[in-house]
């Protein structure tokens, strides 16, 4: 199947080459030629997307809940050829991406059962008091509306679950959004199976060709015409700090701002109280190391820093730490690029004054291996670079002296995806006086647990105070992500007969 690749961009329904082509270049198996994106591209994926949100926009709820099943049905029928080509292109092992196939499909489905009961619409309604003096009430109903086309950038680390069809694309059709997704270079191939099956569902639901097109590879001049055209209405990003900054900043400087909901990446710190410590530090130092090392640690949760204060308990936690991560295997990273990235973040946090190396390794290519080191608190304080993600298997460990230091880094820190306490009964003193810290660092607070690991249900948040993410009051996981892609509409003494359907109850 993965010979029959078309090798093209999808455009309202109409598969379409390019003159410029670039080739993949995959962890195994033959490179590809691939058509790469233009701005005449965008513009024309951009104005069909406009188009189709007169109709799709005004759909009723159940018809886009068949939408989103119809695409999980139909992504599942090639579920053989995505693995293939995305084992090849990604080298990720096919347990991982079947894994990921079974997210990306639960969300859509997940998000179906959402729109269908309608709570996140928020509907209100005050109605009309037409005797209260000194001035009348009109009537008044708000709801929930959708914004208009959007704009996704595929994740490199998630080829499914935060790429074509991932959770930014699924939310904003849940919402009654057209999407136009630029497709990520590292895994064009399985971003063209997985936009057939999105236009199988499309055109088995009698919906407009608009509502979904993907344009695949090409330069910056391509994202820059997608964020700034004027029909799109929102984007949706996952990736590094520098590339979604840039595309944040193109945002804001449009004549007609948008909002930019991009999710950056973390360090994802543990603080690891000392009466866990002393009871169970080489545990805790186990499962760190598991986690730092779960898919190359390349995820967005990936813990890379540790906080712990010094005494026979760290001791403990580190030494098991670096006998678990030195016994793991070398990894295949995504791409070239990532795994050179990683080498120099190696390089960057190697050098840091008053680092000292734990576990030395070596790796090439797109090979990765884990590395740890371990530095003080007053080293950290006066190396910023510390605190900056490394995306790969690396982990840092600042050995404290009190729980005032303790205290005084968790304040220093900036936004993250997540912080994580590990405590025992002991320790809920020092717990309560970082907690307030904490929320106001994180999307997620965890206790005794590890941040790897992402679900997608109603009370997840995967965001952050920036940089973490660049919108704190949403989240790209879990149902609460449709409403980025919505706005409120108060309605004044409209008739029943042209309100929306969502408020007329004819839903």
Not at 168 to 173: E, N, Q, S, V, W
Not at 297 to 309: D, H, K, L, M, R
Request: hydrophobic content about 40%; glycine content about 12%; some cysteine.
């Amino acid at each position: 199947m993965t010979s029959a690749l078309r090798g093209k961009h999808l455009i309202a329904g109409e598969w379409v080459g390019s003159e410029t082509r670039f080739s993949s270049e995959p962890s195994t198996g033959p490179a590809r030629e691939f058509s790469a994106g233009t701005p005449e591209l965008v513009d024309r994926a951009a104005k069909a997307a406009e188009e189709a949100f007169w109709s799709y926009g005004y759909t009723g709820r159940a018809k886009r809940a068949a939408f989103l099943r119809a695409i999980a049905d139909e992504i599942e029928t090639r579920a053989d050829t995505i693995t293939e080509i995305g084992t090849e292109e990604t080298g990720l092992p096919a347990a991982r991406l079947n894994g990921e196939r079974g997210r990306t499909t639960g969300q859509l489905r997940l998000f179906a059962d959402h729109i269908e009961k309608g709570d996140y619409l928020d509907r209100r309604h005050d109605e009309a008091m037409p005797e209260r003096k000194p001035a009348p009430r009109p009537d008044l109903q708000m709801v929930q509306r959708p914004i208009g086309p959007v704009a996704v950038f595929g994740a490199s680390n998630f080829p499914l679950a935060f790429s074509t069809a991932g959770g930014d694309t699924a939310a904003a059709l849940a919402a009654g959004c057209p999407v136009v997704v630029k497709g990520h270079s590292a895994h064009p191939g399985t971003s063209e199976i997985v936009a057939d099956a999105i236009d199988a569902a499309r055109r088995r639901c009698d919906l407009a060709p608009g509502v979904f097109s993907l344009i695949q590879g090409g330069n910056r001049d391509v994202g820059t015409a997608l964020v700034q055209h004027p029909c799109i209405q929102a984007v949706g990003f996952t990736g590094s700090l520098r590339g979604g900054r840039a595309l944040f900043d193109l945002c804001a400087s449009r004549p007609e701002p948008i909002p930019f909901f991009g999710e950056l990446g973390s360090v994802n710190p543990m603080f690891l109280l000392p009466a866990a410590v002393a009871a169970r530090g080489s545990d805790i130092g186990k499962g760190w190391a598991a986690s730092l090392a779960m898919g190359a640690g390349q995820f967005c949760t990936n813990p890379g820093i540790a906080f712990v204060i010094d005494g026979k308990g760290a001791d403990d936690f580190i030494a098991a730490a670096g006998e678990a991560l030195a016994q793991t295997p070398p990894q295949t990273m995504l791409t070239d690029g990532i795994a050179s990235a990683y080498r120099e973040g190696r390089e960057r946090v190697r050098k840091g004054s008053g680092v000292r190396e734990l576990l030395e390794t070596s790796c090439s290519g797109r090979s990765a291996t884990p590395y740890l080191y371990e530095t003080d608190a007053e080293s950290w304080f006066e190396n910023h670079a510390l605190a900056e993600e490394v995306f790969g298997p690396l982990g840092l460990v600042v050995r404290l002296q009190s729980e005032d230091q303790m205290r005084r880094i968790a304040t220093s820190l900036k936004g993250q995806l997540t912080c994580t306490i590990h405590m025992d009964g002991a320790d809920s003193g020092l717990a309560r006086s970082l907690m307030p810290v904490l929320e106001r660092k994180a999307g997620r607070v965890l206790a005794n647990g590890f941040p790897t690991g992402v679900e997608v249900v109603d009370s997840m948040v995967h965001g952050g105070p920036y940089p973490a993410s660049t919108n704190f009051g949403h989240t790209s996981v879990g149902t609460l992500s449709i409403r980025r892609f919505l706005r409120p509409v108060c309605y004044q003494d409209v008739p029943e007969d042209l309100l929306p359907a969502d408020l007329a109850g004819r839903d």
